[in-house]
């Protein structure tokens, strides 16, 4: 039986350059079992979203230096070709972001897009494909699933939208789960209600999560283990 961790992260340093280089992680180190939620906890600028965005190679690779050693699933992800990236992203470790009407393409139904994502990396066919995303949409709860497929993001409410996002993000099942700070711009009771969503879908699917937040009582309510950044570093 494999003992390793699904997700390990050894003496990661991330800058960014420019006229001035900025040093925004710096000698970070954690792993991830299979099932288990980390909670990032940190103040804005503590380098806790650029954490999670280089476990998927997010940043701008022009003017971003990564070093250090990031293994997901047994993959070094910093080793992976383009294409191999594609792959990666999505199926075996997914995100969801902090702004749901950046993230989702605003000429696209959200149907499209969950069953664009399911094709490409299950390799089906269309109405298959738009069954899974229905199947997405009813597993967050969205309400009228039926007619939201068919709904652009504009059409929705922040916590619709934040919903088809989650739904986006684990269509395809990924073994790890990114959240960056996914209920920062909802209101009180819709926030608890994706909280207890994403705990609940993260126990059924198996999935690893790792949760960003700089509010202690979401950290708290999430997580199995909490990791505190300031300036980089844990």
């Known amino acids: 039986m494999n003992n390793r961790p699904l997700v ?10 420019g006229e001035r280089n900025v040093h925004a992680v710096n000698g970070v180190d954690f792993s991830l079992k299979r099932g288990e939620v980390l909670g990032i906890l940190g103040e804005s600028g503590s380098g806790k979203s650029v954490t999670l965005k280089a476990l998927l190679r997010l940043l701008p690779e022009k003017r971003t230096e990564i070093r250090g050693t990031i293994r997901v699933a047994d993959e070094d992800v910093l080793a992976l070709n383009p294409e191999e990236l594609a792959n990666f992203r999505g199926k075996t ?70 919903r088809a996002m989650i739904a986006l993000a684990l269509a395809c099942r990924p073994q790890v789960l990114l959240a960056d700070e996914p209920t920062t711009a909802l209101d009180a009771t819709v926030q608890i209600q994706i909280l207890l969503l994403l705990r609940e879908l993260q126990r059924e699917l198996g999935m690893a999560a790792i949760f960003v937040t700089h509010d202690i009582g979401v950290a708290v309510e999430v997580s199995d283990r909490i990791a505190v950044m300031y300036a980089g570093r844990i």
């Open 93 to 162: 470790a997914s995100m969801i972001f902090q702004e749901p009407m950046l993230a989702l393409d605003p000429v696209y139904t959200v149907g499209r897009q969950i069953a664009e994502a399911v094709e490409r990396h299950e390799k089906c066919d269309g109405p298959t494909a738009r069954r899974r995303a229905l199947e997405m949409l009813e597993r967050v709860r969205i309400p009228s699933p039926e007619r939201r497929l068919d709904a652009y993001p504009h059409e929705m409410s922040g916590g619709m939208r934040q």
């Open 8 to 17: 390990e992260v050894r003496d990661l340093h991330v800058r960014f350059r």
